[in-house]
């Protein structure tokens, strides 16, 4: 339980930084990639201490599978909460540049952000581990230079996983975007949750590329090229797909609709149809 106590005051020191971060940037919106700064910290920095949890913890400190999945859960809903609209996902970043919803330096800076903000994330959580607060965190530290990779399957194998979730991800996160948060927010943690679960044995279900350069790129077993190709072109591609999917076409590169008929907004009063037939 010491254990636990321990890793829940991390979770609190990373939530409360974010939300630091987005509340003293609220008074200056030209300034929001910042925030995507902060949101990509809180998520890296969180998941770490997760993925610690389910590498040591369950058999260091008795925490078992329900422990773990809940705490993932309640990290992921947090972070949707306290982060509102910063994502901490440069997929997402790209997906509103396709959709003409930013134009290319605002874009390219979130990504940067999100990248720099798992960096950090990934350099505080190895100076945590390095305190050695717990048996677990003492263990993980001993591990640190040899991580145990999340990428279990041959590349080819690992880019249609985390394609498929990726498009899964991305077709309800754009079906559900215009509803309320109190319904998108849970919904998207819920699904978030289930896939990286469900996932655990093949790729962790990540479906964002900084989030997956925070938790296995620095780990052995695979070449960067290799990490790049199952976690970023992956995540990309998917995303891409869901945007075609769900749209019918790419805003960024073409305007016609290529999947939909578009039906016309303006109908034929019943009146002039009869003097049409009548004619």
Not at 222 to 248: I, K, P, Q, R
Request: aromatic fraction near 12%; charge should be positive; include cysteine.
């Amino acid at each position: 339980m010491s254990g636990l106590n321990a890793s829940l005051g991390y979770f609190l020191s990373a939530v409360i930084f974010a939300a630091f971060v987005r509340a003293l940037l609220r008074k200056w919106p030209r300034f929001s990639f910042v925030s995507e700064f902060s949101s990509s910290f809180m998520l890296v920095a969180c998941w770490l201490e997760v993925q610690t949890i389910v590498e040591v913890g369950e058999w260091a400190g008795g925490l078992g599978p329900d422990v773990t999945v809940t705490i993932l859960f309640v990290v992921l809903l947090t972070h949707g909460v306290i982060c509102g609209g910063t994502s901490g996902n440069p997929s997402l970043a790209v997906q509103k540049f396709l959709q003409l919803e930013a134009s290319f330096l605002p874009t390219l800076l979130a990504v940067a952000a999100h990248f720099a903000g798992a960096h950090l994330a990934l350099l505080v959580a190895v100076f945590y581990w390095g305190l050695e607060l717990t048996d677990m965190h003492m263990i993980k530290n001993l591990m640190t230079s040899e991580c145990s990779t999340s990428l279990q399957v041959p590349v080819l194998q690992g880019f249609f996983t985390e394609c498929t979730c990726a498009l899964i991800l991305h077709l309800v996160h754009l079906s559900l975007r215009r509803r309320s948060a109190l319904i998108r927010v849970p919904l998207i943690a819920v699904l978030l949750t289930f896939l990286s679960y469900t996932a655990k044995t093949y790729t962790s279900a990540y479906m964002n590329p900084s989030l997956a350069y925070g938790l296995t790129f620095h780990c052995p077993g695979f070449t960067f090229t290799e990490y790049a190709v199952v976690y970023w072109l992956s995540s990309l591609t998917g995303m891409t797909l869901a945007l075609l999917l769900y749209m019918g076409h790419i805003p960024r590169i073409f305007a016609k609709n290529l999947l939909y008929f578009q039906k016309t907004r303006f109908r034929v009063p019943k009146g002039e149809k009869a003097e049409k037939k009548k004619m």
